[in-house]
């Protein structure tokens, strides 16, 4: 039987502003007896999703739907390493706290590179390394989330959206399950929100016409909605870790179907 009733898969973007209309996020939808399929924004003079509206909308179908699972193509943390050269206690909501007073990047006019030019927030207190990398990078070979202005970047996205991730969590608390930080095997009847990588599996799965953003989102969400349906999720939510590496992924996250 299946753990969940939806899959929702989310191609992120950091791009311009958080109410900005952008092409480059996209959201699929498919549910136990569905497909996949792209859910548009609501109507308004915006013809896509802004990050904004992609959050207050996962608000509303979290807060009272049936048991969903998330996966957000964007960094969830930080390394290990940025913890101990900020100061930082190795907690997930401390460091999202922390996070958006030095990057807020969930302002309407704020753009990411604001913040990293010095124009506007404290980025140059709260800065990274792209040397620096998370376990989850290391074994999936994705970039870091400090290597900016790359082709396959996610670090503009994943500053644009750790306040956001913050955002949801403060609205639906205990209601969401955001994996691996509240435990690493979800409680049942939970919706769970989770940090993916497309490149996993969008060649597993035929284009059909959709552009690469679409077609990550889409993957995202037919792979969730496959290893639901074959029993496997449980296995992903428990990859193959020693303790001191599992101790190290939940202050850093973990990048869901990688074991």
């Known amino acids: 039987m299946p753990q969940f009733h939806r899959y929702i898969g989310i191609d992120y973007s950091g791009a311009k502003t958080p109410t900005s209309s952008l092409k480059e996020l996209r959201i699929y939808l498919g549910t136990t007896t569905q497909p996949p399929c792209e859910v548009p924004p609501p109507p308004s003079p915006r013809k896509y999703w802004t990050r904004r509206g992609a959050a207050e909308w996962?608000?509303?179908?979290?807060?009272?739907?049936?048991?969903?699972?998330?996966?957000?193509?964007?960094?969830?943390?930080?390394?290990?390493?940025?913890?101990?050269?900020?100061l930082i206690p190795p907690d997930w909501p401390a460091f999202l706290a922390d996070f958006q007073r030095h990057w807020?990047?969930?302002?309407?006019l704020m753009y990411v590179d604001f913040i990293r030019d010095g124009v506007q927030g404290h980025g140059m207190a709260r800065g990274g390394d792209s040397r620096w990398r998370r376990l989850t990078e290391v074994r999936s070979r994705a970039k870091s989330v400090f290597h900016f202005d790359v082709q396959g970047s996610v670090a503009k996205s994943t500053h644009a959206g750790l306040p956001w991730l913050r955002y949801i969590r403060q609205r639906l608390e205990a209601r969401v399950h955001f994996w691996p930080f509240d435990g690493w095997m979800p409680l049942s009847g939970r919706s769970v929100i989770a940090e993916v990588y497309p490149a996993l599996w969008n060649r597993t799965f035929p284009g059909e016409g959709?552009?690469?953003h679409q077609h990550d989102a889409y993957s995202t969400a037919c792979w969730m909605q496959q290893a639901d349906e074959k029993g496997l999720l449980t296995d992903h939510f428990q990859p193959l870790l020693q303790p001191s590496e599992r101790t190290r992924a939940q202050v850093e996250g973990w990048i869901l179907g990688l074991l």
């Open 58 to 86: 996962l608000v509303a179908e979290l807060r009272y739907g049936p048991p969903t699972i998330v996966g957000i193509d964007h960094g969830f943390s930080f390394p290990l390493r940025y913890f101990e050269v900020h």
């Open 104 to 108: 807020p990047t969930d302002n309407d």
């Open 210 to 212: 959709r552009d690469s």
